[in-house]
């Protein structure tokens, strides 16, 4: 089993930064990738990021693309989103995932039921 637990959340103005750190613990040798989620009040679930914990490779949404980045730090168990430049409509709850057997590339950007954890969430609020 693997937990997931979530940090780095809060308040921010627009065109202001967060960081947030997504720690794994349990069995993670066997995790393959770690993926970003969020969830708008009232929207779907969307996905906005993954890594490959083999190689480092990431790839983003096209609505975060430029503003985030997935950072993963191996011995601390812990995946990093910074997410720069935030808009109102980064709004959200934000949720880590993980999984084994699960790609993230270039040809694979996986979805929410690709991943088999999930952290709790932590609040983002852009607001001015």
């Known amino acids: 089993q693997v937990q997931l637990a979530e940090s780095g959340g809060g308040l921010v103005q627009p065109g202001g930064s967060l960081r947030l750190s997504c720690v794994a613990s349990?069995?993670?040798?066997?995790?393959?990738?770690v993926g970003w989620f969020r969830q708008a009040p009232g929207k779907q679930r969307e996905k906005i990021s993954c890594?490959?914990?083999?190689?480092?490779?990431?790839r983003y949404s096209d609505s975060v693309k430029g503003r985030f980045t997935s950072l993963m730090d191996n011995a601390k168990n812990t995946v990093y989103l910074q997410m720069n430049t935030l808009e109102v409509q980064d709004t959200g709850v934000y949720y880590c995932t993980a999984a084994a057997y699960t790609l993230c590339s270039a040809d694979v950007f996986p979805s929410g039921g690709d991943f088999d954890y999930w952290g709790q969430g932590t609040q983002v609020t852009v607001s001015s």
């Open positions: 890594i490959n914990l083999r190689n480092g490779y990431s």
């Open positions: 349990g069995f993670t040798s066997g995790l393959d990738a």
